[in-house]
């Protein structure tokens, strides 16, 4: 589904390079949901910004499906982001002036194909994440948790291969946290969907089906949590987590 590999990118400030990504390799299975952790600044944005393909990695490869993301010009790249990918952010991203159903028919628009059977297909999203009785409400109206399970519906209209989300339960409470990482569950479910979720949270991670640590701009480890509790893997994750830090 999504293989990256020997991926590298640095930033470049004044004279400096600052060298982020040292060859990342990694691949997400269809139908996995995937974290990605590490501490603030080793790379977890950047690395999703590659693929994303907001920004160009300097070498290495990203392979969606078929599709080899780096040899794609800009046209090809922004029907990619478009049809085959479904973001979800840390601060929601939802339009003020749009109720919660027209935000979740977004990328549908933009992709010049609203029909009935999408128009159902939002309302059916909707259920899902139980957001059916706000639906005719504007963001501004409803809590943090009910923005963020907008923003996973609304990265789910199009149907895409992947869904990436960058820290999607950083700005909330863990009463909401919960409810958006049921939806990515429910996505994962209920409509087959992949994810791959950048996040600092080993509680948010722990519901993964395997987490990938990044440190020093290369994958430190790779964690499977295989029949294990969820709360038995976030013990694995925190135990993970300080033996990086002592190394
Ligand atoms: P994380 O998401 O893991 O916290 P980032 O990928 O955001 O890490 O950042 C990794 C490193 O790259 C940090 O040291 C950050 O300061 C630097 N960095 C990120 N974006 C830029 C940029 N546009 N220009 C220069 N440096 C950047
Ligand atoms: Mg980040």
Redesign the pocket.
Known sequence: MLTVQDLHKS???GKTT?E?LKGVSLTVEKGEFVAVM????????????CISCY?PADSGSIRLGDTELARLDEEALAKVRNRKLGFVFQDFLLLDGLTVRQNILLPAIIGGAVSGMVENRADQLCEVFGISAIRDKYPAEISGGEKQRTAVARALINHPLLILA??PTGNLDSRSSRAVIRSFEQAKSALEATIFM?T?DSFAASFCDRVVI?RDGVVWRTLEKGAAQRSAFQDQLLDAIREMGKE
């Open positions: 930033y470049q400030v600052y982020v590490g501490p603030s600044g080793s790379g977890k944005t950047t690395l999703l910004n920004i960058d820290e950048v600092h990044l």
